[in-house]
């Protein structure tokens, strides 16, 4: 069972994500970083934060579904980011494709590896609560 969690003395959240999750039961599934990059390796989106948030979160999904759940099972999800002014873009994508999933969240900047990576997303879901 997945719980979303909200305290009334933490500041709300400026959303799509909640203050906490709470599982009992279920698969944990842990994905690496995972960036925009397509079946054949390539990035997607090059300059284009939205772009690549999307393919980061379909790569996301994927990953879920191989461990059969879907985006509706994140509990985490860690972004990092590159530059911290591509957050509004980011979080726009996020609101729409997440819009029903209750799910805690960090944002950080952070050097990536992949050249023309915008953001790097890892996420944990739990599948089968």
């Not at 759940?69 to 591509?86: A, H, N, Q």
Request: net charge positive; charged share 25%.
């Amino acid at each position: 069972m997945k719980q979303a969690l909200e305290s009334p003395r933490v500041a709300k959240t400026k959303g799509p994500y909640v203050q906490g999750v709470a599982v009992t039961g279920g698969k944990l599934i842990y994905t690496s970083g995972v960036v925009a990059r397509n079946a054949q390796g390539k990035i997607v989106g090059k300059g284009d934060i939205r772009k690549q948030t999307r393919q980061s979160l379909k790569n996301i999904e994927n990953i879920i579904r191989a461990g059969g759940g879907s985006l509706g099972d994140l509990i985490k999800v860690t972004v990092f980011l590159r530059d911290l002014r591509d957050y509004a873009g980011m979080n726009e994508v996020r609101r729409e494709v997440l819009a029903k999933v209750a799910f805690a969240s960090s944002t950080v900047q952070a050097q990536l590896n992949a050249a023309d990576a915008l953001i790097e997303i890892e996420a944990v879901a739990c599948v089968g609560q």
